[in-house]
């Protein structure tokens, strides 16, 4: 088997043996002009190690860099992605451009290495068209969380045990104070124990008939659907 990510003039690829690999690098070379880079080291921001059997994932060098765009190198680590409980009752609007650039990058981070922030990232991309100063304050409370996890990792080791695909998911219950809307939260995993390989949390979609707030079991089967 061989598995080609491709991103505009960059190929990564991977086969289930070396013979197998280096058949279709001498496939490809004979009909475009390419150069091997060798193991994969870093790549769209991600920086990758490798080693017998096993490779981790991480965006520290991403991380390093957002926190000096944004002002954030000297703040102060912060050991949770958000406060317990968010409030957002503040009528002081804070500049759109500055706030949706720093949503933009937790969104990648979220998106590649960090399942970590799906919830808290979920819930300042609700607010893009007017944030206000409370979601800018929490936006600042993930940077200074990721500088205190800045070396946290995905880690996939090699196992001699057959992949198995294990999902978690769970909802809320009408936790929107603007729409009464619910929230959504699934991940999955291919060897039980091992890192996840697929996440996301997002509100439910809104629905058309208002009595259906009254039953949770709505926002249940709402839920799976969305998995």
Sequence with gaps: MIIVIIWVDDLIMAASDTHLLNQFKE????K????????????????????????????????SKMLERFGMVNCK????????????NSSEAVDPKNYREI?????????????????????????????KAENMNTAKHVLRYLKGTIDHKL???????????????DSDWASSVEDRRSTTGYCFSLTGDGPLVSWKSKKQPQLHYPLVRLNTWHWQLQHKNSC
């Design 27 to 30: 496939v490809m070379q004979k």
């Design 32 to 63: 475009f002009r390419m150069k091997d880079l060798g193991k994969i080291s870093y790549f769209l921001g991600i920086h990758f190690e490798q080693k017998e059997g096993e490779i981790k994932m991480s965006q520290d060098k991403y991380i």
């Design 77 to 88: 680590p912060r050991s949770t992605p958000c406060e317990q409980k968010l409030e957002y």
């Design 155 to 169: 880690c996939f080791k090699k196992s001699s045990q057959p992949l198995r695909l294990l999902a978690y998911s």
């Design 103 to 131: 949503v933009g990058s937790l969104i990648y981070a979220m998106t590649c290495t960090r399942p970590d922030l799906s919830w808290v990232v979920s819930r300042l991309s609700q607010h893009l068209s007017e944030p």
